[in-house]
């Protein structure tokens, strides 16, 4: 199970934000590999991938998104928030089978 | 770059087979695993299932083995076959790209299926 919190972040644009991922089971894989994930929903769009393995930026995504963490626990830092970031965040394991999202963080403009 | 354009039926009636398809252009059909997942309205996301370059598929266990992903190389396109439908499964269904390492990098636009008698 992925738990996600806060549910709901509400942040003045230029401030940082930032969110937690907590998994019921460590995210090592036998391989060596941590496969967890972020993805940012923006309204009536599929979710786009933003972090991959933990603190990897996909292309194209700006370094004001950062990824850390190990094991079970697994933060996603926006360093300065910027409109366009609204959204539902989601954190997703890949590790095993199912594989499975969190329930999201919703981030607003305050 | 791998494009994902999906279609399929949006409207179905109880009992009914949702039939939904994935069309992969701009890239390689091999090197991915190839996903559906759904998102029921104002909901989080569920993985339904995936299913290899080689044609080996795996499917979430929580639809009690109704969820078939099948794939055609040769015309480039994978599909999803969900059975006996009921209101539970309303949602948005997403195509997409997965990678062991990278996750899911690739999207489709979503299909709105709706279960309604």
């Known amino acids: 199970v992925m738990t996600q919190t806060p549910l709901s972040l509400s942040v003045t644009p230029g401030q940082p934000a930032s969110m937690s991922c907590k998994s019921s089971?460590?995210?090592?894989?036998?391989?060596?590999?941590?496969?967890l994930s972020w993805y940012l929903q923006k309204p009536g769009q599929p979710p786009q991938l933003l972090i991959y393995e933990v603190s990897n930026r996909f292309s194209g995504v700006p370094d004001r998104f950062s990824g850390s963490g190990s094991g079970t626990d697994f933060t996603l830092k926006i360093s300065r928030l910027e409109a366009e970031d609204v959204g539902l965040y989601y954190c997703l394991q890949s590790t095993r089978l199912p594989y499975t999202f969190g329930q999201g963080t919703k981030v607003e403009i305050k | 770059q791998v494009l994902l354009q999906q279609w399929g039926a949006g409207l179905l009636q109880p009992s009914e087979t949702l039939s939904l398809t994935c069309g992969v252009s701009?890239?390689?059909?091999?090197?991915?695993?190839w996903i559906w997942l759904r998102q029921p309205p104002g909901k989080g996301l569920e993985w339904i299932g995936e299913?290899?370059?080689?044609?080996?598929?795996k499917h979430n266990p929580s639809l009690e083995s109704r969820a078939t992903i099948s794939s055609d190389k040769s015309k480039h396109q994978f599909s999803l076959k969900l059975t006996s439908v009921t209101a539970a499964d309303t949602a948005v269904y997403y195509c997409?790209?997965?990678?062991?390492?990278?996750?899911?990098?690739?999207w489709g636009q979503g299909t709105t299926v709706t279960v309604s008698s």
């Open positions: 701009g890239g390689a059909f091999s090197g991915y695993f």
């Open positions: 299913i290899s370059d080689s044609g080996n598929a």
């Open positions: 089971q460590s995210l090592l894989h036998s391989d060596g590999g941590t496969y």
């Open positions: 997409a790209t997965f990678r062991w390492r990278y996750g899911m990098e690739v």
